[in-house]
């Protein structure tokens, strides 16, 4: 009769639930069986809200260099000039970009002069880095002609400059004031040496993109007014290329350098933030593990409970077996309490989860006022905010290392309660 019940059968499920349900009174664990299942609640939220935020802040650092900067950097090789300095400007910056262009997937060609100045408000001195380009391309950069977190039109770009809102807030600049822009390489003598050339230009447009340290160092400039400014009359210094697909940049290495000519170099995204993003790659791992370690931790204590409820129902385990219940009846019965503690538990948990990740901006823009502005600086971590972004790939990681473990936990006191001998069981009363 026992050897053709069928497994986790209704009545299996039924004394496990009753088991479970059981005052301690009435031998059973209520106490522990609670104290597991909120452990592993918090442990699987704690291990969402990680993944969530790990992926989030990720993507946020990602977009804010992809939407403020080239996708690729494309230089010409140094070589002497006519004057034996070395020099990587680049005289056909024209033909070059238009052949550019013409590779699959390339979204936008730039051409550049770019160098560092000295800028200068009354007392207020700051170096900068200068980004001469025309108007229509600066107009189709995404974090810089944003809206939204700008002030001032770009519109009226070729009349002044564009400035990131740290450099306007540390030299105490707003939209339509004066800038003074200061470069040692300027105005070259009658006796062959240079001064320093200075002009003046008004603030039409003030830009966040969203990193730090762009936009407390870098300005834009009118391409043509960036020539003269920096004796490069003719020539680009670089040419800044964005594609359609920036993560599968290495695809298009070899096409672009076929279209920039001889002599061509390429800088790409990843080149730039190869370090960070290794690092951030090696963080990943570590938290995971890290937040494994705590779900395996919330998930020992159901072997605590499971052990104590054995104990409790020694006798009654002698009862069933004396009525014929099977080893694996017994079995499936224990490993169904200790199981649904681990499923409750995880539901819970990504229920808890979630929700947490979801009004994660809230939550932290709550903290960050409590404790006076100080849980984020962006002048430390280069960005403004952490988001979380909640990805379905990273709940189903939680919730399978939560079961995974929940179920593989249960096993071993599950098995102890089956290999009872029921003579034994009984007489321990």
Request: charged share 20%; with cysteine; aromatic share 8%.
């Amino acid at each position: 009769m026992a050897g053709s019940t069928r497994p986790f059968s209704r009545f299996e499920w039924m004394i496990a639930w009753r088991y479970l349900r059981a005052r301690k009174a009435e031998g059973g664990v209520s106490t522990m069986t609670w104290i597991s299942l909120i452990g592993i609640m918090l442990a699987v939220a704690a291990l969402i809200i990680t993944l969530a935020v790990r992926t989030g802040f990720r993507n946020e650092f990602v977009d804010t260099i992809l939407g403020a900067n080239a996708h690729v950097t494309v230089y010409k090789q140094s070589e002497v000039n006519e004057n034996g300095l070395l020099t990587n400007a680049m005289p056909d910056y024209e033909t070059r970009a238009e052949d550019i262009r013409q590779v699959p997937g390339v979204t936008r060609v730039a051409p550049l002069v770019r160098n560092q100045v000295m800028a200068n408000n009354g007392d207020n001195n700051a170096g900068v880095e200068v980004y001469g380009i025309r108007a229509e391309d600066i107009l189709t950069i995404p974090r810089i002609a944003n809206t939204e977190t700008s002030r001032g039109d770009l519109a009226r770009f070729d009349e002044g400059v564009s400035v990131g809102i740290q450099v306007a807030r540390e030299l105490g600049l707003l939209v339509g004031d004066r800038i003074k822009l200061i470069s040692p390489n300027g105005v070259k003598s009658p006796f062959g040496g240079t001064s320093p050339r200075i002009n003046t230009y008004e603030v039409v447009h003030i830009f966040q993109s969203g990193r730090y340290l762009i936009d407390k160092t870098r300005i834009y400039m009118p391409f043509a007014e960036a020539q003269s400014f920096f004796n490069s009359e003719g020539v680009a210094d670089e040419i800044e290329v964005f594609v359609e697909d920036p993560e599968g940049i290495d695809a298009l290495t070899l096409p672009l350098l076929a279209a920039g000519g001889e002599g061509t170099l390429l800088w790409t995204w990843r080149d730039s933030s190869s370090g960070f993003l290794n690092a951030l790659a090696i963080e990943d791992t570590v938290m995971f593990v890290l937040m494994s370690v705590l779900v395996l931790i919330a998930s020992l204590n159901i072997i605590s409970g499971l052990v104590m409820l054995v104990k409790n129902k020694t006798r009654d385990i002698g009862i069933l077996r004396t009525m014929g219940l099977s080893e694996g009846s017994v079995m499936r019965v224990f490993f169904i309490c200790g199981s649904l503690v681990g499923v409750i538990g995880t539901a819970f948990g990504v229920i808890l989860g979630c929700l947490f990740a979801t009004y994660f901006d809230s939550i932290l823009a709550f903290i960050n006022g409590a404790s006076g502005g100080q849980t984020w600086d962006a002048s430390v971590r280069g960005i403004y905010r952490l988001p979380a972004e909640l990805e379905w790939q990273d709940v189903l990681k939680a919730v399978g290392l939560s079961l995974f473990l929940s179920f593989g936990i249960t096993i071993f006191p599950a098995r102890r309660a089956a290999r009872m001998n029921p003579v034994e069981a009984l007489n321990n009363d």
